[in-house]
């Protein structure tokens, strides 16, 4: 895939971004240090690091949730203050509301912003889309896992997001389940052109779905690289390409993390 | 008939089979004869108790102009016997068409036969012979006997009950939920109000009659006012209680869908809360049900309880009876219908579905 890449296309820019979280006593964790990433308009980017690297604080931050200690992120010229609909969430556990359907999980943000009634049909062709036909009055219990993080996505997509991020969505789910719902994201960003974040610790999964895969380092949290997916879709996980990215990308996160590790050859 | 029961066979058959899958045993059509019969034959012993065993105690039997029929209180037993015979053998026949139900309706054969039996030593304890101490304690035929004396005053009485608890339990719930809502949302309110909430909340609500009863213009207001305080408390202090334990990221979803305050409080905290609010409704109903029957008793000019003390002045302990009765069976009714509400709001929760 070749790509131009120029500034005008850059639709989120993250500029010496500093996240430190202190306890009670003097202990300080430096969660994110010196950030300083673009993503582009339309591209499928994944943040991959091993636990404790930052990774989620980075997408709280970019969602809003948090704010940065110092720097900046600026979504289309426009300063990040709070959460707000344009940039839509995808929780690791999913966070449907218990108490509603999944027709309603999925119309909580149109209600949210006072739009339902004109939008009725939207909720109907999401449905089809995510494939619950017939599940629309199920409450959360009642349905699978994997269910459950369709209706996720598809409640974070009806509000039209210029970013949809993605937190370890598939973390929970059996690998069935996690290649199906890895194809609907990739069906999603085809139809929809959304921006997708994809916080992940699942190589395969990063290197299936990104055009460009960022990999972060713990204590502190930075990034070490970023590397350009080339492959075209569909991609194929045993294919001899994949494989090499996959070894150079694990080659690179097992060199990034900071602390000695003893090795063994086996 | 047998249309029907054809159709219902194939369900028969996979409810069964579930039931074999789980281990639990289904009720063979012979039992359940079994179990019919045990559940009337006890109510049939009473019947035939109070028709075959000889009055041979001094009791006076009146008979009452009832429509245009003649009553005694023997009759009326009977007639209200006959009645639970009757609408057991519609639910037991009823109850053979579903496993469930039928397994229901065995288990709790014994005890409906115990009751029968029950109500015929009772009746020949307390009536024929006059071997309990009286007038304490009478037969169950002779405590009817306040239905046919003075029914229209007992409902009117019942209706009293009904229009002040309706009264006083549905504005202890609004306020109640209102104040909790406030109290679990600003942690201001909830600084200045929740000590003096946990404080008054000890109290129990008949302590403030003597105030009620000269703050308020008339004495129905001032008891709704007693049911309004004691349900109120309750229903705040879970209420708030279940806002508060809203985890943080039900608010951060609803956030980032573009929700705002109103939003937050009333689609996310207080559905998460919606549990909790019920446990309070349902605490509070038991204190209602107290403190009505207590304000009742201490000046209304009407109410079950009133009927109760009016009842207690003449030694006419049948009345007080009666009286007790219609409030089993009234506040029997008032909770089924709040466990109902209940499980329909709350259906949302694991567990509460039946499969």
Request: charged share 15%; with cysteine.
């Amino acid at each position: 895939m070749s790509r131009n890449l120029s500034a005008a296309d850059i639709i989120l820019r993250i500029e010496n971004v500093n996240r430190t979280y202190y306890d009670n006593s003097d202990n300080h964790v430096e969660a994110l240090s010196n950030i300083n990433l673009n993503v582009y308009r339309g591209e499928f980017l994944s943040i991959i690091g091993s636990s404790g690297c930052g990774k989620t604080t980075l997408l709280r931050l970019i969602a809003g949730l948090d704010k940065p200690e110092s720097g900046s992120l600026i979504l289309d010229g426009e300063q990040i203050t709070g959460p707000d609909p344009e940039r839509g969430y995808v929780f690791q556990h999913g966070g449907l509301f218990q108490w509603l359907t999944v027709e309603k999980n999925i119309a909580t943000g149109l209600k949210a912003r006072h739009v339902y009634r004109e939008n009725k049909e939207k909720v109907k062709n999401f449905i089809e889309l995510i494939g619950l036909n017939g599940f629309e009055k199920a409450f959360p219990h009642q349905i699978s896992g994997g269910m459950a993080q369709r209706v996720a996505i598809a409640r974070a997509l009806i509000n039209n997001p210029k970013l949809l991020l993605l937190d370890e969505p598939m973390g929970a789910l059996d690998s069935f389940t996690r290649a199906d719902i890895q194809d609907k994201l990739l069906q999603l960003h085809r139809e929809n052109n959304t921006t997708m974040i994809l916080v992940t610790h699942d190589v395969d999964e990063a290197i299936y779905l990104s055009d460009r895969v960022v990999i972060m380092t713990p204590r502190p949290g930075k990034i070490s690289e970023i590397m350009e997916i080339g492959l075209s879709h569909p991609r194929h996980r045993g294919g001899s390409e994949f494989l090499s990215i996959r070894r150079s990308i694990l080659e690179k996160l097992q060199l990034a993390s900071a602390m000695p590790q003893p090795e063994y050859n086996i | 008939m047998r249309n029907l029961v054809k159709s219902y066979l194939p369900a028969i058959a996979t409810i069964k089979a579930k039931q074999e899958y789980r281990g639990e045993k289904i009720a063979s059509g012979w039992e359940w004869t079994v179990k019919l019969i045990f559940t009337l034959s006890g109510f049939i012993a009473a019947i035939a108790a109070n028709i075959f065993v000889k009055q041979i105690a001094d009791v006076e039997i009146k008979s009452y102009n009832v429509g245009a029929f003649l009553l005694t209180f023997n009759d009326l037993y009977r007639l209200v016997l006959l009645a639970i015979i009757l609408l057991y053998a519609a639910i037991g026949i009823f109850s053979y068409f579903d496993p469930g139900r039928r397994a229901k309706f065995i288990s709790r054969a014994p005890f409906r036969l115990a009751v029968g039996i029950g109500l015929a030593v009772w009746d020949i304890l307390g009536t024929k012979l006059l071997l309990l101490p009286q007038p304490f304690f009478p037969g169950p035929a002779k405590i009817l006997e306040a239905f046919l004396i003075e029914s229209g005053f007992i409902y009117e009485n019942m209706l009293y009950s009904l229009r002040l608890f309706f009264v006083g339990f549905t504005l202890g719930v609004i306020f109640g939920i209102g104040t909790g809502i406030l109290i679990g949302w600003f942690p201001k309110v909830y600084y200045w109000v929740y000590p003096v909430l946990k404080l008054t909340g000890v109290i129990p609500a008949v302590a403030w009659m003597p105030f009620a009863l000269t703050l308020f213009p008339t004495p129905f207001s001032a008891a709704a006012f007693l049911i309004v305080i004691c349900a109120w408390f309750s229903i705040a202090a879970l209420t708030a209680q279940g806002i508060q334990s809203t985890p943080k990221w039900q608010f951060e979803v609803a956030k980032t869908l573009g929700a705002k305050t109103p939003y937050l409080v009333f689609r996310v905290a207080v559905p998460h809360a919606m549990p909790q609010i019920f446990t309070g409704i349902s605490n509070a109903n038991g204190f209602a049900f107290t403190t009505l029957v207590m304000a009742e008793m201490m000046g209304q000019p009407g109410g079950l309880g009133y009927y109760i003390n009016l009842s207690k002045v003449w030694s006419a302990y049948y009345k007080v009876y009666a009286s007790i009765l219609v409030m089993a069976v009234l506040f029997s009714i008032i909770m089924k219908i709040i466990a109902f509400i209940r499980a329909y709001m709350l259906r949302w929760q694991k567990g509460w579905v039946k499969e």
